[in-house]
């Protein structure tokens, strides 16, 4: 396995030198993206502990011999579910169990099973030690108690001076700045993603429908290995107007716009891309003038990219040059969200940029009684000298895109 991995644990434990860090593999089934950063990892079930200063591992009568008392003192502990022969029949066993991983593989200490975990943690919790936690699911006030908060409350319950540390925040401020694997790694989904919206406009005609052409994105993205990032949206005429249409259902007449937003998950990172084309191969007047406004939009927005800036200064930009161009009211969500292991990955929005931050930049102008809906999102990435927009290769010009679909 990568040494990434480690060096990502190791940054993370500096930040936490006292304690025990905990970090769940997943919630609800769902795995953890960040287990999955800090592992490399994707399960729903398991744990990462980290212990910069040592815990005592494998003692008892479960490990019986000279280390009966003694142990051993780990600092990075896996703990993953025991291998399940019937569901293993089924084929709905994971490949991520403690019997089919070796610690040098995954360079850890110790590979226990997740049953462990209460006789791993609670000699150091028993005597007052911090628990840094990182969380499974986003926190929220509404609903009922999350797996998070449950795990929590008997920590609570069963050890008394036990200091309980929300370290959730430290990690997603790590994922927020890329690193260079993972910066090569969007560039080769953004290609992929390319190359699917290329394959669209070689086939889209009048006539068709629109699941005929997420069908066409689909087996494209399954030929590379990926899967859909998201729901892709589809989105002819009045559809284009309903920010996240996926039904993907309608018929596309001739005169129609085409929006297309989607993005190809590959290698555990995401890519998010929308144009919008003429199905007849030419703009008219006004759907030209509406795109021009989107594209003047996006182009103002994209230069303000720098250290320093911030995605609601982004937004602001794209908003000003729509609303001097009348069309503000159709403008009606934001500008930009970080991308990586997840589509709306991580990040505080509120931070001014610095180089690795990664996100998207979107404006749109939706205009229901006219059934047209224009967008137009590039993903960026902020460098010491100021960006680079790493989806550049696919054009945005409404002269380009006429030109590629004259060529069909």
Known sequence: MSDIYGKRRARLMERFPEGILLVQAGANGRPNRNFTYLTGLTTGAGALVLAPG?????TGRNYPGPDYLRGRIVHQVLLLPPADPMLSRWGEDSAVTAGAMRPEESGVDLILQVGAMDELLSPALDHGATLNYVRAAAAGLSGGPDEDSLFLDRVRQRFFDVRLVNATPELEEMRRLKEPDEIEKTRKAIAVT????RRVYGMARPGMFEYELEAEITGHYRSHGGTHAFEPIVATGRNACSLHYTENRGKIAAGDLVLLDTGVCLDGYNSDITRTFPVDG??????REIYEVV??????????AAPGADLGAIHACAWDVIHKAGFSRYFIHGTSHFIGMDTHDVGDRYVPLEPGALFTVEPGIYIPEEGI???????VLVTAAGHEVL???LPRKAEEIEEILAGR
Do not use: H, K, N, W
């Open 54 to 58: 040592g815990v005592r591992a494998c």
């Open 194 to 197: 390319d190359e699917a919206l």
């Open 282 to 287: 030419r703009f008219t007047s006004r759907q």
């Open 295 to 304: 594209l003047a939009a996006l182009e103002a927005a994209t230069a303000m």
């Open 373 to 379: 809906g224009i967008r137009l999102e590039d993903e």
């Open 391 to 393: 989806s550049a290769a």
